[in-house]
């Protein structure tokens, strides 16, 4: 029926008929970033979104599928929660989130299927969204892949701590944006942060909480924490970026292997994170 769209005197009946013939699904998954280059589709290159699209279209049987995912994670970076939206027709097969774990790579797992209410955006009504950042300062092969080594860096955890204590006391990031231009606006509200360690003090992680964030900014936030750790980067000139939303002359972003999108909310839709690994099972302690 889409295919005649654009030439019907009846479109926008016709729209409303194929809309209402569809069913709007949440899909809740987890994916290992270390082999993509981010979520989003690009030319060229393997992305997430790329993926999942590709087998929902083979697994359904029809020309092609569009998801619209809840964020945009870079190069590297991981998902431990995340939800994409798409509008397919019903009924869905029974086994559909059997077939899909399946036949999808081992880095992408789907743990539920959810339909919900067709106004319900992935990626514009999410209230709140959590990142975790997990550094590790000995090297270990078995967590290098999804933590952050910075090998034997002697840090001021104290200090870093009472920068991570000001992130909620502001609410333009302009200041620690890779491309602020590219956004319409740099306002992040930014409910919580913390800093956590394990009890040997050898790993670390970074915890923020927020309605939204901007392309880089929790990369080049840990990078100045580190830099704030190392006696590099002082904690003026940390809350200056904040108070006058100006960019640090350079801003190399820390590694992206450590930096996890681990929680996102909706209204009346709030999910468990389901995804396991060592680093979660780890007894952390706040700074």
């Known amino acids: 029926m889409?295919?005649?769209?654009?030439?019907?005197?009846?479109?926008?009946?016709?729209?409303?008929?194929?809309?209402?013939?569809?069913?709007?699904?949440?899909?809740?998954?987890?994916?290992?970033?270390?082999?993509?280059?981010?979520?989003?589709?690009?030319?060229?290159?393997?992305?997430?979104?790329?993926?999942?699209?590709?087998?929902?279209?083979?697994?359904?049987?029809?020309?092609?599928?569009?998801?619209?995912?809840?964020?945009?994670?870079?190069?590297?970076?991981?998902?431990?929660?995340?939800?994409?939206?798409?509008?397919?027709?019903?009924?869905?097969r029974d086994n559909l989130k059997f077939i899909l774990n399946k036949t999808l790579p081992p880095a992408i797992s789907i743990f539920d299927i959810i339909p919900t209410a067709h106004n319900l955006h992935a990626r514009f009504d999410a209230q709140e969204r959590t990142y975790d950042y997990f550094i590790h300062l000995d090297k270990d092969p078995f967590i290098d892949q999804m933590s952050s080594l910075y090998v034997d860096k002697v840090l001021d955890l104290a200090l870093m701590k009472k920068a991570v204590a000001l992130l909620p006391q502001y609410n333009d990031y302009a200041g620690f944006c890779k491309q602020p231009d590219l956004h319409n606006t740099t306002i992040c509200r930014v409910s919580k942060a913390t800093l956590f360690q394990?009890?040997?003090?050898?790993?670390?992680?970074?915890?923020?909480?927020?309605?939204?964030?901007?392309?880089?900014?929790?990369?080049?936030?840990?990078?100045?924490?580190?830099?704030?750790?190392?006696?590099?980067?002082?904690?003026?000139?940390?809350?200056?970026?904040?108070i006058h939303k100006k960019r640090p002359a350079l801003i190399p972003p820390a590694h992206p292997q450590g930096l996890f999108l681990s929680k996102v909310c909706y209204p009346g839709l709030e999910l468990p994170n389901k995804a396991t690994f060592t680093l979660l099972e780890e007894a952390w302690e706040e700074v």
């Open 198 to 242: 394990t009890k040997n003090k050898r790993k670390l992680r970074f915890q923020i909480v927020a309605n939204r964030f901007l392309r880089g900014q929790i990369r080049i936030l840990v990078q100045k924490l580190l830099e704030i750790g190392l006696d590099k980067f002082s904690l003026e000139e940390f809350e200056a970026c904040l």
């Open 2 to 92: 889409c295919r005649f769209l654009d030439h019907s005197k009846n479109h926008f009946f016709i729209l409303t008929q194929t809309l209402l013939l569809l069913t709007r699904y949440f899909f809740h998954i987890a994916y290992s970033g270390s082999n993509y280059r981010g979520y989003q589709r690009q030319p060229d290159v393997l992305s997430v979104q790329e993926v999942l699209e590709t087998q929902l279209a083979i697994v359904l049987k029809v020309p092609s599928v569009t998801i619209i995912g809840c964020g945009r994670t870079d190069a590297g970076v991981h998902a431990s929660q995340f939800f994409f939206h798409t509008d397919l027709e019903e009924p869905l």
